[in-house]
Each structure stands twice: as structure tokens, then as C-alpha cells.
């Protein structure tokens, strides 16, 4: 069995992943799922991490899972422990030196969302929405669980450092992306994954926060990305 480290994007925390933990545990799994310093001014990189590291103690068998913004920082997990595997969930990719601050115009994201807005039909000036950009796919019970959930603020203190690994670090790497993310569209991440990464993302139906939207086929696919594959070398 493995122990899965689950880590949230920006302004969230671990009830992001309430409905996949009692999956993983079902299955026999141990679980660690941290909340993140988001909120915390002084909190950059090195802080994230040693909240992971910290939270996982002497657990041994990882699986860390790094959902949007935690890109950044599961990557820098497995630079400190020993990891079985990294999973990306619908995950910004850095690069060496680069702060997520810089990613957006690196990577083009802001262009990509805005080009798959007027692709749908929407407005890509309207105000921001969350239903629209972020819940537009969660059950409609969840939906109201989310919607009374208290926010979190997201510090922009993090997206400051530069990410300081000189490549990405040696550990089996599978990226999973959800073919309805409005906030990173598919074809996107299909670019970035392999332009940055070199390998080919696995792929499902939902959306940016398909922990909440689909816990069951997230649980299928995280186990079925622990199944041994040929080594592939990062560039």
C-alpha cells in the first residue's frame, strides 16, 4: 500500500480532497493532506514545503499529488524524501528559475484561457466567476458544500520565488489533465506537458477541480498511474 501526499492549489486547503481521501483509505492507503501556508505573507516556497515535509513525517512509500498551483511545490517535495511517484493534476510546470509569478506569460496560460473562453462563447472580459471558471461541473450538492465552504486568501508572496531546482527531479512523473478545465484548457496542457516534461498526459472528463467533481475516476486514475511503466527522461 502507499501512502498518498495530496496537495491543494491556491487558496484552498485539504477539504479539497474530502471526497477522494476516504476512497484512498478505503482501498487501504494512508493519506496526508496538508493545508498549505496560502495565506501566509512570510510563506514562500521553502515554507510549503516543510509543511509537506513536516505533515509526512516518517511515512515512507509516497505517491505525492500536486493539483494546480502545488506544481510548484510537489516537485520540491520529492527533492527532500524519497518518492515513488509525482502526479500532476491539472498542474503548472516550472521550469528552473523560474517564479510562478513569471509562469503565466511564459507559458502563455492567460492566452490559452482566453482563446478557449471565445472558443465556448464566453466572455473572456467578463468578471471573474467561480461557478463559471471553477464549479461549473461539481454536483449540485457538492456544488452548495463548496459555495459555503470558507475561502481561503492566496499570498502573492509564493509566486516571488524563483523555482530553485536545476531540473526536475529524478522520480517517475505522470501528469493527469481533465478535458473541461476552463482555467488551464486542454490543449494547454497537452503543450505544456510536452514541451516542459517530454512525456504524454493521461486524461479524463471534468474540470480544473475534478477532486470535487470526480472523486472516483480521480482514485481510479491515481492507482492506475502507480502501474509500472518504461522510464522515460526528462528534459
Known amino acids: 500500500m502507499a501512502t498518498y501526499v495530496l496537495l491543494h492549489g491556491a487558496g484552498s486547503d485539504s477539504w479539497f480532497w474530502h471526497r477522494v481521501i476516504p476512497l484512498l483509505r478505503a482501498r487501504g492507503h494512508d493519506v496526508v493532506a496538508p493545508d498549505l501556508p496560502c495565506d501566509d505573507d512570510s510563506a514562500g516556497l521553502d515554507r510549503y514545503v516543510d509543511v509537506v515535509v513536516e505533515a509526512i513525517g516518517e511515512r515512507r512509500d509516497l505517491v505525492v ?7 510548484f511545490v510537489g516537485p520540491l517535495v520529492c527533492a527532500r524524501l524519497p518518492v515513488d511517484l509525482l502526479v500532476l493534476l491539472n498542474a ?5 528559475g523560474e517564479s510562478a509569478g513569471q509562469w503565466w506569460a511564459a507559458t502563455g496560460a492567460d492566452a490559452a484561457r482566453r482563446a478557449q473562453d471565445v472558443h465556448d462563447g ?4 467578463a ?14 450538492d457538492v456544488l452548495e458544500e463548496a459555495l459555503r465552504h470558507p475561502p ?20 517517475p512523473t505522470r501528469y493527469l489533465l481533465c478535458r473541461e478545465d476552463r482555467f488551464f484548457p486542454a490543449e494547454f496542457q497537452r503543450r505544456l506537458v510536452r514541451d ?3 512525456i504524454v498526459p493521461d486524461e479524463m472528463d471534468g474540470g480544473h477541480l475534478a477532486a470535487l467533481s470526480r472523486p472516483d475516476e480521480v482514485v481510479e ?3 492506475a498511474a502507480r502501474a509500472p511503466r518504461p522510464t522515460v527522461s526528462h528534459p
Open 221 to 223: 486514475r491515481l492507482e
Open 152 to 171: 481561503r486568501e492566496q499570498s502573492d508572496r509564493l509566486f516571488a520565488d524563483p523555482w530553485p531546482l536545476s531540473a526536475w527531479p529524478d522520480v
Open 65 to 71: 499529488v500536486a493539483q494546480s498551483l502545488a506544481g
Open 92 to 96: 503548472m510546470v516550472p521550469r528552473p
Open 122 to 125: 464566453r466572455d473572456p472580459d
Open 127 to 140: 468578471p471573474f466567476d467561480p461557478i463559471t471558471t471553477f464549479l461549473h461541473d461539481l454536483p449540485p
Open 196 to 198: 516542459r516534461l517530454g
